[in-house]
């Protein structure tokens, strides 16, 4: 049984820092990659970043230079710095995994690719 748990979201200032992070439990893939998303109501889930077992990452342009993304050297813990942080980034943050093989996947990004989400995590700026 896969679970994944989010915990750090909350309220912030705009220009300021929040840090998200998001244990798994029981994903044996280790080769899959691990990416967080966001939602606001009425909208599509959207990617944010995504990153392989290697380490290599991609970015969603609209958080490239504020967000990053890592994983412990277990391989099972999620991270999201997010740095910077505007109004507009306001959501809930969901942790997913399972995902393609490589960042290099056209697909990484895309929320129906990946398999096991946690419950997310509210983040607010104002």
């Known amino acids: 049984h896969v679970q994944l748990v989010e915990s750090g979201g909350g309220s912030v200032q705009a220009g300021g820092s929040l840090s998200l992070s998001c244990a798994t439990r029981?994903?044996?893939?280790?080769?899959?990659?691990l990416a967080w998303f966001r939602q606001v109501p009425g909208k599509d889930r959207e990617g944010v970043a995504t990153?392989?077992?290697?380490?290599?990452?991609k970015y969603a342009d609209f958080v490239k230079g504020r967000f990053f993304i890592s994983r412990d050297h277990t391989k099972t813990n999620l991270f999201l710095q997010m740095n910077s942080l505007k109004s507009e980034d306001s959501a809930m943050y969901y942790c997913?995994?399972?995902?393609?093989?490589?960042?290099?996947?056209?697909?990484?990004?895309?929320?129906?690719?990946?398999?096991?989400w946690g419950q997310g995590t509210q983040v607010t700026v104002s």
């Open positions: 997913a995994a399972d995902g393609p093989r490589t960042v290099a996947a056209v697909t990484s990004l895309n929320a129906q690719v990946y398999n096991y």
């Open positions: 990153i392989d077992l290697e380490g290599n990452t």
């Open positions: 029981g994903y044996t893939r280790r080769s899959g990659c």
